[in-house]
């Protein structure tokens, strides 16, 4: 008989993500006994980590050979507000860390790939080639719940990785900055965050709104 790998996202009766090599002919059984949504027939899981951590020069790094990206692990915390846009591109561009000095301050797509556990990171349509906030963001396609991740306390990103041994309290809502802005009619309206906490690609025009920076470099270059 022929089966097909489909990749399912849902909770289970005992609250378990699951992701099954399934029959065809028992589907239906599945579905009506699991409670399970399913999403995409894909061989990607969402929860999958595709992070190496490597260390450099003394420092830690992670490595992501499928989007060929290096990330800084071991970050000050700093938060910086809308107003300090500057210092933020600032302190990536003059970064020396890990034996590396071409860090920049990631832009959306890149900041996405981080994270895990949410179909937001392919179905939000706000992304570098569309920036439209009004046209290309919907809380439906751009965010999940709040701290269902997978990650340590709930957030959408790889467990033991980010965090740092940080707590919720210490992080917040673990807004990160990107390089992107977000337009209205050709006018720069904001600025574009990725918050881990929700897995939402948003915008922030609050000055009082604080976010943090990971910074980012290219594998290769």
């Given at each position: 008989m022929k089966q097909v790998k489909c990749l399912f996202h849902g909770l289970t009766p005992k609250g378990l993500k699951v992701s099954k090599v399934i029959n065809l002919q028992i589907l239906k059984w599945v579905v009506l006994f699991c409670s399970i949504s399913i999403v995409s027939c894909k061989k990607e899981d969402l929860n999958k980590s595709i992070y190496q951590l490597t260390i450099s020069k003394g420092q830690t790094?992670?490595?992501?050979?499928?989007?060929?990206?290096?990330?800084?692990?071991?970050?000050?915390?700093?938060?910086?507000?809308?107003?300090?846009?500057?210092?933020?591109?600032?302190?990536?561009?003059?970064?020396?860390?890990?034996?590396?000095?071409?860090?920049?301050?990631?832009?959306?797509?890149?900041?996405?790939?981080?994270?895990?556990?949410c179909p937001s990171r392919e179905k939000c349509r706000l992304s570098e080639n569309c920036l439209d906030i009004r046209r290309c963001w919907t809380a439906s396609e751009c965010m999940c719940h709040p701290r269902k991740g997978p990650g340590e306390q709930g957030y959408y990103f790889d467990e033991e990785v980010w965090l740092n041994g940080k707590t919720y309290k210490e992080v917040v809502n673990a807004n990160f900055w990107t390089s992107n802005v977000t337009l209205t009619d050709g006018e720069s309206t904001g600025i574009i965050i990725v918050n881990f906490l929700a897995a939402e690609t948003g915008s922030i025009t609050d000055p009082a709104n604080m976010k943090f920076v990971r910074c980012v470099r290219k594998l290769n270059p």
């Open positions: 790094v992670a490595i992501d050979k499928e989007h060929s990206l290096m990330w800084q692990i071991k970050i000050d915390w700093e938060p910086y507000n809308f107003n300090e846009r500057g210092k933020v591109f600032a302190y990536c561009k003059n970064l020396n860390y890990a034996g590396f000095t071409d860090w920049k301050v990631p832009t959306i797509d890149e900041l996405r790939t981080m994270i895990v556990g």
